[in-house]
């Protein structure tokens, strides 16, 4: 008998891969290394918002035992208004559950939803938290693609195309990672119609919703489908740079039949595993309130503003590359025109070089060999050094 599951040979992160694990045995040997894998801010420098800091310090008794296994109530009232402030219609308190980051909502989610064989629809590229969690739960991901020639938009001809019996849900990733862009309402409704036509369950996975640029306006995608079942995700880890405190929920919407269904079977599982961290979400309320601090970091003169802007300069500058301006997040994904014919072989050799590390195309289910992604993290000097270095090297390559 085999130690562990076949499972196991079917997930893998690219993120926190085989290139990383060189990169901290380069960091033990006093090498200094870029680690550009991770959307990780606290790790480059970003501040825990004063807001945050008050509340964790006010509320530390009130956080040592387990709390209610679907999240504390003063959270899931704060969370449900923040959802309600975009537009999502006739939910309430109950609709809300919370639990250690998207990462274990994922989980749930997928160990709700999914037999063995069902099919649910996943973006190419993809956050591989997905793809690992639909197979984790038995089910199959079915990849549609994202066009580069249309700013990264889902294909929906492509979407239509993949639909058969077994598809139970459409996963959409908007602000998007690892493209950075914002989808437009044509191609959302788009995707709402597909699903209401097709009777998909609608995940949305929102986590960059504060963050994007230029007064651009991140639509929910629940608002453009109120009839539909959309689960609808979000967190503090990128808008308030807290992603170790590890806090994230879900929303539901929808019919109120599927919801109580929903309610019910998600209950069962997060009652399993008893309640998240109490204390982060102790800090919830004051985190909703607080916009100031996700504001500061997208405007002129902002970190996020400014490291994206230097990220452009750098990247205008190296030939044989091209990429879509990321509207939101702190992603770029660029596209290299030469034939590379590894691209894991390309970020491990560039880490050895140049010293930065970044994560390839294929780590995303981009499959082509011509891409990449880096995070926008460093400050701009350091940001603008390092896609010089990644340009040179690139050109030595040709
Ligand atoms: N979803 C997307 C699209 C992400 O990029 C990330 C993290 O980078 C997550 C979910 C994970 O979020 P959390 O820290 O809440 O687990």
Not at 298 to 327: H, M, W
Request: with cysteine; glycine share 6%.
């Amino acid at each position: 008998m085999e130690l562990y599951s076949a499972k196991m040979n079917m997930i893998h992160s690219d993120i926190r891969g085989k290139n990383y694990y060189t990169a901290l045995q380069l960091e033990q040997q006093c090498e200094k290394i870029l680690k550009l894998n991770t959307g990780n801010p606290p790790a480059f420098g970003f501040d825990m918002p004063v807001s945050v800091k008050n509340a964790l310090l006010e509320n530390l008794d009130k956080a040592m035992g387990y709390c209610d296994p679907r999240g504390m109530l003063p959270a899931r009232q704060a969370i449900t208004e923040y959802h309600v402030s975009k537009g999502l219609k006739n939910i309430t308190v109950d609709d809300v559950f919370i639990g250690n980051g998207i990462s274990e909502i994922a989980s749930i989610i997928n160990t709700v939803l999914l037999n063995a064989g069902d099919e649910v629809l996943l973006p190419m590229p993809c956050y591989s938290l997905w793809s690992n969690e639909v197979k984790l739960a038995g089910g199959v991901p079915v990849f549609y693609r994202c066009d580069e020639t249309c700013g990264w938009n889902p294909d929906t001809e492509h979407i239509r195309s993949l639909i058969t019996p077994k598809t139970k849900a459409i996963l959409v990733i908007n602000p998007n990672n690892p493209t950075g862009v914002l989808y437009s309402t044509e191609t959302l409704t788009e995707i709402a119609e597909i699903a209401r036509k097709n009777n998909l369950i609608v995940l949305s996975d929102e986590i960059y919703d504060r963050l994007v640029f230029d007064g651009k306006v991140h639509i929910s995608f629940a608002t453009l489908a109120p009839d539909l079942t959309v689960i609808t995700m979000n967190g503090l880890s990128k808008s308030h740079c807290l992603c170790g405190f590890r806090c994230g929920w879900l929303i539901l919407s929808g019919e109120e039949k599927t919801k109580q269904l929903l309610r019910e079977a998600i209950t069962k599982i997060v009652s399993i595993r008893l309640s998240a961290n109490a204390l982060m979400q102790t800090v919830i309320p004051a985190a909703m309130k607080d916009t100031a601090y996700t504001e500061s970091m997208i405007q002129k003169g902002g970190r996020l503003y400014e490291q994206r802007k230097a990220a452009f300069d750098a990247l205008d500058k190296i030939d044989g590359l091209s990429y879509v301006k990321n509207d939101a997040a702190f992603y770029v994904f660029p596209k290299i025109h030469h034939e590379i014919t590894d691209d894991k072989m390309f970020a491990h050799d560039l880490l050895l070089e140049k010293k930065v590390l970044i994560v390839p195309g294929s780590g995303f289910m981009q499959n082509d060999h011509q891409h990449f992604r880096i995070v926008l993290l460093p400050e701009a000097d350091v940001l603008g050094k390092a896609i010089t270095d990644i340009g040179k090297f690139l050109n030595k390559q040709l």
